[in-house]
C-alpha cells in the first residue's frame, strides 16, 4: 500500500537558488509549452476511507508522468497528498501537507470554494508554502516564493474554470483599503501556466506550462494545481 509520507530524496538535488533576475523574460516564446492531461481513480477501503489517485499523463496522453495520491477519511479533511513519477513509484518527488480550515461550513459544496494554505516539499527538500492572501476566504491570489523569484496564481476569468493563471511578480504590497490582508500586484504578463478544468468521466483538467521551466518547477506547480483540483472535488465530501 502506498504511504503517504514526508520527501526524503537521497542524490544530489539541491534548494533552489535565490535569484533576483526575472525568471520570465528569460524564456524564450520560441520553446513549445508542455501539456498535461490529468485524470482521477477512487477506491474504497473498508475502515480507512478512500483513496483518490490523480494520474498526470503526457501531450498525447499514452503515458502515465506523474501520480498524486491521498486518503480521505470519512468525515475528515485531506491532511497530506503525495507525488511520485511513474518511473520512481515507491519514492515521492513531492509531498503537500494542507492546511485544516478551522471552520465550519454549511455544506461540502462551500467548503471546497475556500483556499487553504499547501506546503509543498519537492526534491529540493525545500519546503514551499503556498498560500491564499486571505486565509478562509478565496483560493485566489495565492502566493509563494520559489528560488528568491515570487509567483502568484490568479483566477482564469471563467468561473467554470478551476484551474489557475500563474504570474511572476514584479512588485507587490498591502492594499490600504483592505481590513483582510488583500495584496495589490504589478505582475509579468505572459503568464507560465493555465489550463482547463473538464470534470468528464475520469479526465479532471488539462494544465499547460511554458516551454523552458526546469522539472523541478514544473513538479511544484503540478503538485500545486492538482492538489488544488483534489480538495475542490473531494476535500469535503462525507
Not at 83 to 105: F, G
Request: aromatic share 10%; net charge positive.
Amino acid at each position: 500500500m502506498r504511504r503517504l509520507v514526508t520527501l526524503y530524496v537521497a542524490g544530489a538535488a539541491q534548494q533552489p537558488e535565490s535569484n533576483d533576475t526575472p525568471l520570465t523574460p528569460l524564456l524564450s516564446p520560441s520553446l513549445p509549452d508542455v501539456t498535461y492531461h490529468v485524470y482521477v481513480e477512487q477506491f474504497n477501503r473498508f475502515r480507512q476511507g478512500t483513496w483518490f489517485y490523480f494520474h498526470v499523463k503526457n501531450e498525447d496522453k499514452t503515458a502515465t508522468l506523474y501520480t498524486l495520491a491521498a486518503l480521505k477519511g470519512r468525515r475528515l479533511q485531506i491532511p497530506v497528498v503525495s507525488m511520485s513519477r511513474a518511473s520512481e513509484y515507491h519514492t515521492n518527488c513531492a509531498s503537500i501537507v494542507v492546511e485544516p480550515l478551522k471552520k465550519s461550513y454549511p455544506s461540502a459544496a462551500s467548503a471546497r470554494l475556500v483556499g487553504r494554505t499547501f506546503r509543498i516539499q519537492t526534491a529540493t527538500t525545500t519546503v514551499v508554502a503556498d498560500a491564499p492572501d486571505r486565509l478562509e476566504k478565496e483560493w485566489t491570489p495565492r502566493r509563494f516564493t520559489y528560488g528568491g523569484r515570487k509567483f502568484v496564481w490568479k483566477e482564469s476569468g471563467s468561473r467554470i474554470n478551476f484551474i489557475e493563471n500563474l504570474y511572476e511578480v514584479k512588485r507587490e504590497w498591502p492594499d490600504p483599503n483592505s481590513k483582510t490582508g488583500k495584496i495589490l500586484d504589478e505582475v509579468h504578463s505572459r503568464r507560465l501556466v493555465w489550463g482547463e478544468s473538464k470534470f468528464a468521466m475520469s479526465k479532471v483538467c488539462t494544465i499547460h506550462m511554458v516551454g523552458g521551466l526546469d522539472q523541478m518547477f514544473r513538479e511544484f506547480l503540478l503538485a500545486s494545481q492538482v492538489t488544488k483540483m483534489l480538495i475542490l472535488l473531494y476535500g469535503h465530501h462525507s
